[in-house]
C-alpha cells in the first residue's frame, strides 16, 4: 500500500481534540502533524468538517454462532461489512467450547468462519465444560493463541450455563495467567423455574421474556460474580449490564478498589421493556437477555457511563431474522413463535452502535466526544489487549481511521443496513452524526455508500494478556 494523508480533520481521540493532518504509512499512523507538506505519490483525503476519529471496537458480538437450536445470520463477511459501515473496524468475537471437548478445537472451527473477515477480529472463549483438560488449555490459549478473555455463562442452564465451582475454577486460572473472565450475570435456576412456570400457565407471548427474567436476579448473579473473582483474585469483567441492582454491585466492588470492569449496550440506553407489548409478534425482535428494563434502568446507566462504572459500550450483536428470510427457521425468531421461551435469544446492532452514542450521548450533552472515543474504542482496547495498537490515533497504531460528519442526519432503517439480519431495534430512528468514511490500517473500506472492503481483508488479532488499564 502506498503513502495516504488524511488532512484538515478534526481529530479526537479519549484524551485530546485538535485540527491536524495524518500520514499513514504500511498501515500504520506515520506522522501526525499541521499542514503536513505531501510528496506527490501521496492519495490525499480531505476531512475538513468532519471529525477524524479511531475505529470502533466491539468487544461483544457473536458471528456465524451455535447457539442451542439456533444459530446467528450474519457471517462474518455480512457482519463486517454491517460494522465498517457502522464505524467499527475491530470486533472481538464469540467463541465456543465444543461441550465435552477442547477449546482448541472451538478455536480452529472458528478461525475457519472467520476467514473472510474484512474488518479485524480477535476472539473470546465460552468456557462451557470446565473440566482439568479445558483448565490446562485456558493457558495455552493465553500464552500461545492470543486469546486472553474467557466468556462464562451463569444463565442458559442445560445450554450454556456453568456451575459456581467452574466459574471459580476458571477464574483462578485467569487470575494466575492474567486473563480477563468474562461473565453473563443472570441467576439461570431461577429464571428457569419462572419461565417453565410461565408456560405452564400458557403465558406465551415475547413480553413473558421479560417477565420471567427479574432485574433482582441480574443483581444477584453479578454480586455472586464479584464475590467469586474476589476470591480468586481474579479480573472480571461484566458482560450486557441492564439492571440498576447489578451496577449497584459493580460500583460496590469498585469503591473497594476491586479489577470490576462493566459494560452496557445501546438497546438498554435508549429501549425500554414497553418493545415487548408491540403486537403480532413484533415483541420477539426484542427478545434478548438481559432484557430490556423499565425507565429507571436507563438513567442508572446513564449515571454509570458518567462516573466510570460502566467503562464500555458494546453491542452483543446476536443478529436472528425476524422472518424466516432464505437462510431458514434456525437463523430466525419464528422458533419461538408459539413460545416466548424457544424464541433464539439476541438482537442486531453492529451497525448503529456509534450513531446511536454518538447522536444520544454526545448529541444530547450526556458525554464528551473524548468520553465518546473511549467509550467505542479506547477502553475496550485498552481492556482487551489491543491498545494502543486500536483505539487510539497515535503514531504509531494501525490507522483504523473513520471520518464522520457531525451535523448529519440520517433515518436508521434495515432496507439500508448490511448484516442480514432482516430488521433493527431502531427502525426509523432519525439519528444526526454519520460515518462518511473508514479506513482500516489505511485500507479505504467505506467510501459514503461504497463498500470497498473484501473478503479476507481483516486480520487476527493476537491479543496481549490483562493488564489493569487504568
Ligand atoms: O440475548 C443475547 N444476549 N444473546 C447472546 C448470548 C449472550 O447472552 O450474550
Ligand atoms: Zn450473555
Ligand atoms: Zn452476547
Not at 35 to 56: F, N, R, T
Not at 130 to 143: G, H, P, R, S, Y
Not at 354 to 372: I, Q, T
Amino acid at each position: 500500500m502506498g503513502l495516504i494523508a488524511i488532512k484538515n480533520g478534526r481529530i479526537v481521540t479519549a484524551s485530546d481534540d485538535y485540527q491536524a493532518d495524518i500520514l499513514v504509512k504500511d498501515g500504520r499512523v506515520e506522522t501526525i502533524a499541521r499542514q503536513l507538506p505531501l510528496a506527490p505519490d501521496v492519495q490525499s483525503y480531505d476531512a475538513g468538517g468532519l471529525l477524524v476519529l479511531p475505529g470502533g471496537v466491539d468487544v461483544h458480538t457473536h458471528i456465524d454462532w451455535e447457539f442451542g437450536a439456533a444459530r446467528t445470520a450474519d457471517t462474518f463477511y455480512t457482519a463486517s461489512m454491517a460494522a465498517a459501515f457502522g464505524g467499527t473496524t475491530t470486533i472481538i468475537d464469540f467463541c465456543n467450547q465444543p461441550p465435552g471437548r477442547s477449546p482448541l478445537l472451538g478455536l480452529e472451527d472458528w478461525h475457519r468462519r472467520r476467514a473472510n473477515a474484512s474488518v479485524d477480529v480477535g476472539a473470546h472463549m465460552i468456557l462451557l465444560d470446565v473440566n482439568d483438560q479445558a483448565l490446562a488449555d485456558m493457558k495455552t490459549l493465553i500464552e500461545r493463541e492470543g486469546v486472553t478473555s474467557f466468556k462464562l455463562f451463569m444463565a442458559y442452564p442445560g445450554v450454556l450455563m456453568v456451575d459456581d465451582g467452574a466459574l471459580f475454577k476458571a477464574m483462578r486460572v485467569a487470575a494466575h495467567k492474567s486473563a480477563l473472565i468474562c461473565v453473563h450475570a443472570e441467576n439461570g435456576p431461577v429464571i428457569k423455574v419462572l419461565a417453565d412456570e410461565a408456560v405452564a400457565r400458557g403465558d406465551l407471548a415475547p413480553r413473558y421474556h421479560a417477565l420471567t427474567r427479574p432485574s433482582l436476579m441480574e443483581g444477584e448473579a453479578t454480586h455472586r460474580a464479584i464475590r467469586l473473582a474476589e476470591l480468586a483474585g481474579a479480573p472480571l469483567y461484566i458482560v450486557h449490564l441492564s439492571a440498576g441492582e447489578a451496577l449497584a454491585a459493580v460500583v460496590e466492588a469498585r469503591d473497594q478498589a476491586l479489577p470490576i470492569y462493566a459494560e452496557t449496550c445501546p438497546h438498554y440506553l435508549f429501549l425500554t421493556r414497553e418493545e415487548y407489548e408491540r403486537a403480532a409478534f413484533e415483541g420477539a425482535k426484542y427478545v434478548m437477555t438481559p432484557p430490556l428494563r423499565d425507565r429507571s434502568h436507563q438513567e442508572r446507566l446513564w449515571r454509570g457511563l458518567k462516573t466510570d462504572d460502566l467503562q464500555v459500550v458494546s453491542t452483543d450483536h446476536c443478529p436472528f431474522c425476524f422472518n424466516e428470510q432464505p437462510y431458514g427457521l434456525k437463523f430466525s425468531k419464528q422458533q419461538g413463535a408459539n413460545d416466548f421461551s424457544k424464541i433464539p435469544n439476541g438482537a442486531p446492532g453492529l451497525e448503529t452502535r456509534m450513531a446511536l452514542l454518538f447522536d444520544g450521548g454526545v448529541g444530547e450533552r450526556r458525554m464528551s466526544l473524548n468520553r465518546f472515543v473511549e467509550l467505542t474504542a479506547t477502553a475496550p482496547a485498552k481492556l482487551f489487549g489491543l491498545f494502543p495498537r486500536k483505539g487510539t490515533i497515535a503514531v504509531g497504531s494501525d490507522a483504523d481511521i473513520v471520518l464522520l460528519d457531525p451535523e448529519e442526519s440520517w433515518t436508521i432503517n434495515a432496507s439500508t443496513h448490511h448484516s442480514r439480519v432482516d430488521y433493527s431495534l431502531f427502525e426509523g430512528r432519525r439519528v444526526r452524526g454519520r460515518v462518511k468514511k473508514v479506513f482500516l490500517r489505511g485500507n479505504l473500506i467505506v467510501d459514503g455508500e461504497r463498500w470497498h472492503g473484501r473478503e479476507g481483508l481483516g486480520q487476527f488479532l493476537a491479543r496481549r494478556a490483562f493488564n489493569v488499564p487504568y
